[in-house]
């Protein structure tokens, strides 16, 4: 990509609405025993890891800032990952990054906290010696490209998969026509049977035994014609089962 191109490019991106899908919201950092200009230093390194991710659109600190000031009690101190993911929601945002400059034992440190409006939630910490220019940078992507990713994989292990319901209603409307049938199949055979078998029990009506032999053997009919249509309807229902599984496989 050219000079120019790229350029452009970034000035797209910057300029560009960010929607719910890739707004990320960086919260400014709380500092521990640090400088403010060390902390705001650190602060701006991770922004800058945010901001290089390809699937996030970073709001401007200026605007995060009149957005928070605008919550209010939104933003009241959360102690669970449930907590922090409905404010996340609340802000239209898709990921809220927060973060702990620290400046205990001598060393300058971050503890990242990353969570997601589906309910994730990851932590990283990296450290960040004053001494070394541009290291901060370095490290922050380094500590983003371990908390992000993981929220990825997490969010799609969550994503809802079929419900499989009705492949599962459909196989066992399917499997009770099929037993069904079965049952009036064997119940025809057995009439059939009993009917070419001396007569069965018309061979006792005497003169009714035409209407006896007529009856018995109209029965038949029913029961087999019976049978044939539900091991039909029930072969049917377990192929719509199978091709609605299919269907609502990931």
């Given amino acids: 990509m050219s000079l120019p ?3 452009l490019f970034m000035l797209l991106r910057v300029s560009a609405p960010c929607d719910a899908q ?3 919201v960086l919260v400014p950092f709380e500092r521990l025993a640090l400088p403010s200009e060390d902390a705001r230093e650190l602060e ?3 922004r800058r890891a945010v901001a290089a991710l ?11 800032v009149a957005r928070l000031r605008g919550a209010g009690a939104a933003l009241a101190t959360c102690s669970d990952a449930e907590c922090r993911s409905t404010q996340a929601t609340a802000l239209g945002v898709r990921r809220l990054v927060r973060g702990v400059a620290l400046g205990v ?6 503890a990242l906290t990353v969570t997601d409006a589906q309910g994730s939630e990851t932590r990283a910490q990296f450290e960040a010696p004053a001494t070394a220019p541009g290291e901060a ?3 922050a992507t380094h500590a983003l490209q371990q908390v992000w990713s993981p929220l990825v994989t997490a969010r799609a292990v969550r994503q809802p998969q079929g419900s499989r319901v009705l492949p599962k209603v ?5 499997g009770a026509a099929l037993i069904a049938g079965v049952g009036f199949g064997l119940a025809a055979r057995s009439t059939e049977s009993k009917v070419s078998t001396n007569g069965g029990e018309c061979a006792t009506a005497g003169q009714a035994f035409a209407d006896c032999f007529a009856s018995r053997l109209d029965a038949g009919r029913r029961q087999a014609r019976t049978s044939n249509v539900l091991l039909g309807v029930g072969a049917l229902l377990g192929i719509g089962g199978a091709v609605s599984f299919i269907w609502e496989l990931p």
């Avoid at 390809?54 to 995060?64: F, G, H, I, K, V």
């Avoid at 034992?105 to 971050?110: A, I, L, M, P, Y």
């Fill in 5 to 7: 191109a790229s350029l």
């Fill in 22 to 24: 890739t707004r990320v």
């Fill in 44 to 46: 701006d390194a991770t």
């Fill in 54 to 64: 390809p699937d996030a659109c970073l709001e401007s600190r200026e605007d995060t």
């Fill in 105 to 110: 034992g001598g060393k300058r440190s971050v």
């Fill in 137 to 139: 940078d370095a490290r």
């Fill in 170 to 174: 459909l196989w066992g409307a399917g």
